[in-house]
Structures are given as structure tokens and as C-alpha cells.
């Protein structure tokens, strides 16, 4: 490098190393709420079995659970997964009766609604993701076993602009301990350059504009 254009390409560079290092991972804050539509419990059933002991010598059993409401929050840098909540959390029983409490049998369903808030970390900007879905439980009261699903809308893939970076969500659902659950997975990218790309440009260009008054 010429000894004239040393002290400038120096300069440049100690004056754009700190954007170069501010550039990094973008940290954010989530709450989300998974609901069901209904107060009332899933029902499935009934299923009649011989009881002596009964007036009319049948049971009637029934597999029993809340939808679940789960508050999830926490915070993130860079992409994560998140399970937002989901049905029943566990809690699911057989309970009998002397008489059918509900006439109906097969699949009964429940709308979901999985909402989910993201705060940009820097900007203090917020941005909102929601899915809706069905829920099932299905079940043999005889067994006293039950099966949970989940199904969501198409609208599974969804991206906002938040404080100036692009955050895109892919709701999701999996079977788990507790329960059929609605997750979420979060990657998020700068809307615009970072600084620390701009100052890797003006470097590149410093250099390039050192290396052609070399030639002249």
C-alpha cells in the first residue's frame, strides 16, 4: 500500500470497526395464549357397558377434558421454538353415569385460537401472529384411553416487519406429555442492511478506491 494512503485506509477502518461489531444475532420477546371456544368440557361418548348395579342395567361412560389455556412469555435472540399451549394439558378422565348424558358419538371438535405477540428487544415495536384450528378428542371410555389432535388453518406460515427486522413465523402442532399443542417457530433477519454489512461495504470501497489511485 502507498505510504500516502496508509493513514487513510487506517482511519476508515478504526473509525467503522464498531459498526462492524454491533452487527449481531436480534433479540425479541414473545407472549402467546393458546383458548378454546367453549367454556365447557369435551365430551366423548357414550359408550354403554352392563351394570347391575344400575337402574336401567347400563353405564354410560364418558372421556371428560378442559381445553386448556396456557400463558407462555420469554425471551429469545435469534431463531427459536416455541410452544405456545395447546388442549386439555393432562387433564382427561373417564367418568360413568346411569344414563347417557349426550346422545351424540364419534369425533367431537373444538375451535382453537393460538395467539402469539412479539416484541422487538431493540425498537421496543410490537407485531401479531395468530392461528386458528380444530381440536379432537377421541377415546374408548371401556379402555379408559382417549387420543388428542390438533389440526390448524392454512394460514401456518405468517411474516411481519417489526422495528425495522423481518420476523417470520411457522405455527405447527406435536403430540406431547400434556397434551395436542400448537407451536410456533421464530426466525428473524434484518429488514434492512446491518451496519455491520454497510461497513464492510465502505471498507471494500475505501480499498478499491486506494488500489486505483495506486495505478494511476
Same mark, same amino acid.
Given at each position: 500500500?502507498?505510504?500516502?494512503?496508509?493513514?487513510?485506509?487506517?482511519?476508515?477502518?478504526?473509525?467503522?470497526?464498531?459498526?462492524?461489531?454491533?452487527?449481531?444475532?436480534?433479540?425479541?420477546?414473545?407472549?402467546?395464549?393458546?383458548?378454546?371456544?367453549?367454556?365447557?368440557?369435551?365430551?366423548?361418548?357414550?359408550?354403554?357397558?352392563?351394570?347391575?348395579?344400575?337402574?336401567?342395567?347400563?353405564?354410560?361412560?364418558?372421556?371428560?377434558?378442559?381445553?386448556?389455556?396456557?400463558?407462555?412469555?420469554?425471551?429469545?435472540?435469534?431463531?427459536?421454538?416455541?410452544?405456545?399451549?395447546?388442549?386439555?394439558?393432562?387433564?382427561?378422565?373417564?367418568?360413568?353415569?346411569?344414563?347417557?348424558?349426550?346422545? @351424540? +358419538?364419534?369425533?367431537?371438535?373444538?375451535?382453537? !385460537? &393460538?395467539?402469539?405477540?412479539?416484541?422487538?428487544? #431493540?425498537? $421496543?415495536?410490537?407485531?401479531?401472529?395468530?392461528?386458528?384450528?380444530?381440536?379432537?378428542?377421541?377415546?374408548?371410555?371401556?379402555?379408559?384411553?382417549?387420543?388428542?389432535?390438533?389440526?390448524?388453518?392454512?394460514?401456518?406460515?405468517?411474516?411481519?416487519?417489526?422495528?425495522?427486522?423481518?420476523?417470520?413465523?411457522?405455527?405447527?402442532?406435536?403430540?406431547?406429555?400434556?397434551?395436542?399443542?400448537?407451536?410456533?417457530?421464530?426466525?428473524? @433477519? +434484518?429488514?434492512?442492511?446491518?451496519?455491520?454489512? !454497510? &461497513?464492510?461495504?465502505?471498507?471494500?470501497?475505501? #480499498?478499491? $478506491?486506494?488500489?486505483?489511485?495506486?495505478?494511476?
Amino acid at each position: 500500500m502507498h505510504q500516502l494512503f496508509r493513514p487513510v485506509f487506517v482511519a476508515t477502518a478504526l473509525t467503522l470497526s464498531p459498526l462492524i461489531a454491533s452487527a449481531g444475532p436480534i433479540s425479541w420477546n414473545y407472549t402467546g395464549t393458546v383458548t378454546g371456544n367453549k367454556s365447557g368440557a369435551y365430551d366423548y361418548g357414550p359408550t354403554a357397558r352392563p351394570d347391575a348395579t344400575s337402574p336401567t342395567g347400563l353405564r354410560y361412560g364418558e372421556v371428560v377434558g378442559e381445553v386448556g389455556t396456557v400463558n407462555g412469555s420469554g425471551a429469545h435472540t435469534g431463531a427459536a421454538r416455541l410452544e405456545l399451549g395447546g388442549l386439555l394439558d393432562g387433564t382427561v378422565w373417564t367418568q360413568w353415569h346411569d344414563t347417557g348424558r349426550r346422545m @351424540a +358419538s364419534g369425533v367431537l371438535s373444538d375451535q382453537v !385460537l &393460538a395467539d402469539l405477540t412479539i416484541t422487538d428487544a #431493540a425498537s $421496543g415495536a410490537q407485531g401479531h401472529f395468530w392461528v386458528t384450528g380444530t381440536g379432537d378428542l377421541t377415546g374408548d371410555p371401556m379402555l379408559s384411553a382417549y387420543q388428542l389432535s390438533l389440526l390448524i388453518d392454512s394460514n401456518a406460515n405468517q411474516e411481519r416487519t417489526i422495528g425495522g427486522n423481518r420476523y417470520r413465523v411457522h405455527f405447527d402442532t406435536e403430540v406431547t406429555a400434556s397434551g395436542a399443542m400448537v407451536v410456533a417457530d421464530v426466525s428473524v @433477519a +434484518s429488514a434492512t442492511p446491518e451496519p455491520g454489512t !454497510l &461497513a464492510l461495504a465502505a471498507l471494500g470501497f475505501s #480499498a478499491l $478506491g486506494i488500489i486505483r489511485l495506486r495505478r494511476r
